[in-house]
C-alpha cells in the first residue's frame, strides 16, 4: 500500500527530473530494451504531439483518396497476377512473412514496455531487477499490455481521424468558419493526446508494478489525470524539452568525434584514394547511428523513469503542480 505524503510542497521537478537523468544513465543495460520499447511509445507527450500534428498535415490532403485501398489492391493484384500458381505462392509467401515480421516486432514491442517499466520500478527483495528478470514480467504482462495500447493507441487514432475530416474539408473548400473550426479541434486534439499518453502510462505502471488488470489500471490511471491534470501538462513540457537536449547532445557529440573521420575523408579524396573514402564514410556512418540510437534509448529510458517516479508521487499525494504553489506562495496560503 502507498503511503500518503502530507508535506505537499516537497519538490516535484527538482527531483524527479535528476533522478530520472542519474538512472537512464546509470541503468545502461536497459537501452536496448528502450529501443524496442520506443517504437510505439517514447514516453514523451508533446513530441508524440507534433509527431501526430505532422502527420495529419500530410495525410489530410489524401484522406478521401484511394490510396490505402490502392496499396492493398496493389498487394492482391501481384499475387493474382503471377504468371503460375508457384509465383502465386511465392506473392503470398512474401506478404505472410512480412506480416509476421511487423506482428513479432509489435509482440517484441509490447513486452520490452513492459519490461522497462518493471526493470525502471520493479523491485525484487530489495534490489532492481535484472535484464532476464525485466523480460519475463513484460512477457508475463503481454496481453495487458497489448490491451491497453489498443485502447489508448486506438483512441489516438480515432481521434487523429476525427482531425482528419475537417483538415481534409477545409484543404479542398476554405473558409473562415473551417479554419476556426479546424483551430478549436486542433486544441482538443492536443488535449486528447496529452490525456491519453498519460493515461497510458500510468496504466503500464499500475499493470507491470501493482500486478493490475487493465480496466482498474485504466481506472486509476483516469482519476490520476483528473486530479492532476495540470501537474502532467508541467512535467510533459519538461520532457519535451529535456528531449530535445538529448537528441541535441547527441548530434553535438557526433559533430566532434566526426571530425577527424571528415578530415580523413577529405585526406583520400585529395589523394584519389577511393578505397579509404569508401571506409571513411562506412565508420561516420555507423557512428552517427550509434550515437544517435543512443542518444534515444538514453531519452526513452529517460522519459519511462520520470513517468515512474511521477506515479509513485501521485500515487502518494505528495505531487503539486508549480503554478499552484506558485500562486500559494504568493497569496501567502500555508499548506
Known sequence: MIRKNKKIHRPLYREIVPASIKGAWRHRWLWPIALLAGLIQTGGIIDAVLLSLRRIRLESVTLFDASWGESIGAIWSRIIGAPDLIAKILEAQNFIVGLTVVVATLGLAFICQGALAYGIGGSIRGRMPN?????????????????????TLGLTWLARFLMLVPLAVFSQQPSAGLAVASVGISIVYILAVLSLTAIHFFALNAIVLNDAHVTPALERAALMLRS????????????????????GVGLLLFLAMWVPIFLLQLGAA??????????????????????????????????YRAWNLLYVRLGEGGAVAKIHRILRSMLGIQP
Open 131 to 151: 535484464f532476464k528478470e525485466s523480460l519475463h514480467a513484460g512477457a508475463k504482462a503481454l496481453g495487458r499490455i497489448f490491451a491497453l495500447n489498443l485502447v
Open 228 to 247: 492532476s491534470w495540470l501537474t502532467i501538462i508541467e512535467i510533459a513540457i519538461i520532457l519535451f524539452f529535456v528531449g530535445l537536449l538529448t537528441m
Open 270 to 303: 585529395l589523394l584519389n584514394m577511393s578505397g579509404l573514402f569508401i571506409f571513411a564514410n562506412f565508420i561516420g556512418t555507423i557512428l552517427f547511428f550509434v550515437v544517435m540510437l543512443s542518444a534515444g534509448a538514453f531519452n526513452v529510458s529517460f522519459q
